[in-house]
């Protein structure tokens, strides 16, 4: 590729993906180190002038998180928004193999309920996933949005997919939330799958949510308080 092809690309890059170094993020800094008080405090803490909820009650091998991201880095390099101007929110709730549910929880659990192989995400070597591989994906896992989104293997988006992951987007600003009505539900199934008791399932995944992630009692509920509030909807 000559290199005006080179520089063309790395403006494509630029402009979709950005960049995974801290100063490049655009949002409120890092992530929530406590839950807010009462089952509404999160819609507060969504600050900027331009807000918008991603609904994804499906994981989709990580395409909603490629979405918040590229929602971020276009208002700070075309819009030329500054830090805290602009703010994300995402829903991980849902039941079965393809929620999004799974997304809110670490790697301990990933491990122990076996949730790469749940949710039939596999690395390159074929096997089961035994960590959140949307919490901090590396460039190695690059086939999971390649196989979503049905083409061959690009390489090029490789570089995006740090920056994609739950940890860089809580600290670009992004805000997510998971339902304790879906939690309920899902606990359920994974006792019905030979799992555990749905009581005592619920309570360890709850002492292993991702830092920073807050359960709302109804995303239902949620997402109609982030729209009164003047969060834009986004379906995913």
Same mark, same amino acid.
């Given at each position: 590729?000559?290199?005006?092809?080179?520089?063309?690309?790395?403006?494509?890059?630029?402009?979709?993906?950005?960049?995974?170094?801290?100063?490049?993020?655009?949002?409120?800094?890092?992530?929530?180190?406590?839950?807010?008080?009462?089952?509404?405090?999160?819609?507060?803490?969504?600050? /900027? @002038?331009?807000?918008? $909820?991603?609904?994804?009650?499906?994981?989709?091998? +990580?395409?909603?998180? *490629?979405?918040?991201? &590229?929602?971020?880095?276009?208002?700070?390099?075309?819009?030329?928004?500054?830090?805290?101007?602009?703010?994300?929110?995402?829903?991980?709730?849902?039941?079965?193999?393809?929620?999004?549910?799974?997304?809110?929880?670490?790697?301990?659990?990933?491990?122990?309920?076996?949730?790469?192989?749940?949710?039939?995400?596999?690395?390159?070597?074929?096997?089961?996933?035994?960590?959140?591989?949307?919490?901090?994906?590396?460039?190695?896992?690059?086939?999971?949005?390649?196989?979503?989104?049905?083409?061959?293997?690009?390489?090029?988006?490789? /570089? @995006?997919?740090?920056? $994609?992951?739950?940890?860089?987007?809580?600290?670009? +600003?992004?805000?997510? *939330?998971?339902?304790? &009505?879906?939690?309920?539900?899902?606990?359920?199934?994974?006792?019905?799958?030979?799992?555990?008791?749905?009581?005592?399932?619920?309570?360890?995944?709850?002492?292993?949510?991702?830092?920073?992630?807050?359960?709302?009692?109804?995303?239902?509920?949620?997402?109609?308080?982030?729209?009164?509030?003047?969060?834009?909807?986004?379906?995913?």
């Amino acid at each position: 590729m000559n290199a005006s092809g080179n520089t063309h690309r790395r403006g494509f890059l630029t402009r979709i993906f950005g960049t995974a170094a801290a100063g490049a993020l655009v949002g409120a800094g890092q992530a929530q180190a406590q839950t807010p008080t009462g089952p509404d405090a999160w819609v507060g803490q969504v600050t /900027g @002038a331009q807000r918008s $909820l991603f609904d994804f009650p499906q994981h989709k091998n +990580g395409v909603p998180l *490629l979405h918040i991201l &590229n929602y971020l880095n276009t208002y700070r390099d075309a819009y030329k928004a500054a830090a805290g101007q602009v703010g994300a929110v995402g829903t991980f709730y849902g039941i079965g193999p393809q929620s999004s549910i799974a997304l809110g929880f670490n790697d301990a659990a990933w491990a122990k309920y076996q949730l790469g192989e749940y949710a039939s995400l596999k690395d390159t070597s074929g096997r089961p996933y035994t960590r959140n591989v949307f919490l901090r994906p590396t460039a190695d896992d690059l086939h999971l949005l390649m196989a979503a989104m049905q083409t061959p293997t690009i390489p090029m988006f490789a /570089g @995006a997919m740090p920056a $994609l992951g739950i940890v860089s987007l809580q600290q670009m +600003g992004t805000t997510f *939330l998971l339902c304790a &009505n879906a939690l309920g539900a899902w606990c359920a199934e994974l006792e019905a799958r030979g799992k555990g008791k749905a009581v005592e399932i619920e309570r360890d995944l709850r002492a292993n949510l991702v830092p920073g992630v807050i359960i709302v009692p109804a995303m239902v509920i949620a997402i109609e308080k982030a729209q009164a509030a003047g969060i834009r909807y986004n379906r995913q």
